[in-house]
């Protein structure tokens, strides 16, 4: 980088994400370097097609999933999506 920029410790994913958005310029060359260096690589396909499905949730669990996903900073419905794999997956391991 031409100018050292110290990228701060956060105390939250909503404070991280919103000082990345503020630096756009930090992100492009952390990029440009990680790309000189040889360490940006493709990614395989995690998941495949989703499908869409309605589930009734008690209204004290889809209040507690928006406020914690409140604090990472990101959609509800993808909180719930993202824990809701989690288990599944610890389960499918438990056999």
């Known amino acids: 980088m031409t100018t050292r ?3 701060p410790k956060f105390k939250s ?3 991280e994400a919103e000082w990345w ?4 310029d930090v992100v ?3 990029f440009l370097k990680a790309k000189r260096e040889g360490k940006i690589k493709r990614l395989p396909v995690v998941r495949g097609a989703t499908k869409p499905v309605t589930i009734r949730l008690p209204i004290a669990d ?3 999933a928006q406020s914690l996903a409140e604090r990472r900073g990101i959609p509800y419905q993808t909180y719930i999506k993202t824990i809701l794999h989690q288990a599944l997956e610890q389960e499918r391991k438990a056999g």
């Open 21 to 24: 958005d503020a630096h756009p």
């Open 5 to 7: 920029i110290r990228i």
């Open 13 to 15: 994913e909503r404070e």
């Open 62 to 64: 889809v209040e507690a």
């Open 28 to 30: 492009t060359e952390l």
